[in-house]
């Protein structure tokens, strides 16, 4: 029993953390534009590094968000079911791997979202400062090595064409 409350606790506690991560964003407006200056992302890349957690949330916008990321190593291979995901490198480099299927697939935190051990059979490649990488919907993708790499990483949600 003990050690049932002590998974749960640590569960709680890691999405808790996670959740504090993209919480707290000002929400976009609808009537104005909104500027993110290079020296605010700059300090929320170093914010990442200090704190050793990987994303921080810019903007919230329902249907989108803009996000700093903050990569050292691997990050799990992650499969959404309606966001696209564009990244803007900011610096550093690391390994993408894009495509293929997941490995030990697992239901993610919502409908149409997996995560997995790794990609099999995907397309690897050397992203670094200046390049902008697009991921759709359904395809799997994740950092599958990195020293340090930061980016910003803007989603969105997949709606009905017009």
Same mark, same amino acid.
């Given at each position: 029993?003990?050690?049932?409350?002590?998974?749960?606790?640590?569960?709680? #506690?890691? /999405?808790?953390?996670?959740?504090? $991560?993209?919480?707290?964003?000002?929400? %976009?407006?609808?009537?104005?534009? @909104? *500027?993110?200056?290079?020296?605010?992302?700059?300090?929320?890349?170093?914010?990442?590094?200090?704190?050793?957690?990987?994303?921080?949330?810019?903007?919230?916008?329902?249907?989108?968000?803009?996000?700093?990321?903050?990569?050292?190593?691997?990050?799990?291979?992650?499969?959404?079911? #309606?966001? /696209?995901?564009?990244?803007?490198? $900011?610096?550093?480099?690391?390994?993408? %791997?894009?495509?293929?299927?997941? @490995? *030990?697939?697992?239901?993610?935190?919502?409908?149409?979202?997996?995560?997995?051990?790794?990609?099999?059979?995907?397309?690897?490649?050397?992203?670094?400062?200046?390049?902008?990488?697009?991921?759709?919907?359904?395809?799997?993708?994740?950092?599958?090595?990195?020293?340090?790499?930061?980016?910003?990483?803007?989603?969105?949600?997949?709606?009905?064409?017009?």
């Amino acid at each position: 029993m003990k050690l049932i409350k002590c998974i749960l606790m640590t569960v709680a #506690l890691l /999405s808790t953390q996670a959740l504090a $991560q993209t919480a707290g964003a000002p929400l %976009a407006p609808k009537d104005s534009a @909104v *500027d993110m200056p290079l020296a605010e992302l700059a300090a929320a890349a170093q914010h990442l590094k200090d704190a050793g957690i990987s994303t921080k949330r810019m903007l919230e916008g329902s249907i989108f968000s803009v996000n700093v990321r903050h990569i050292q190593g691997a990050e799990t291979a992650l499969q959404h079911g #309606l966001i /696209s995901e564009v990244w803007v490198i $900011q610096e550093g480099s690391g390994i993408v %791997a894009t495509g293929g299927e997941l @490995v *030990d697939k697992e239901a993610g935190s919502s409908p149409g979202e997996f995560r997995g051990s790794a990609i099999r059979g995907g397309h690897e490649r050397l992203i670094q400062a200046g390049d902008v990488v697009f991921v759709p919907p359904g395809v799997p993708h994740g950092i599958k090595q990195t020293d340090s790499i930061v980016y910003l990483n803007i989603r969105f949600e997949l709606r009905d064409e017009d």
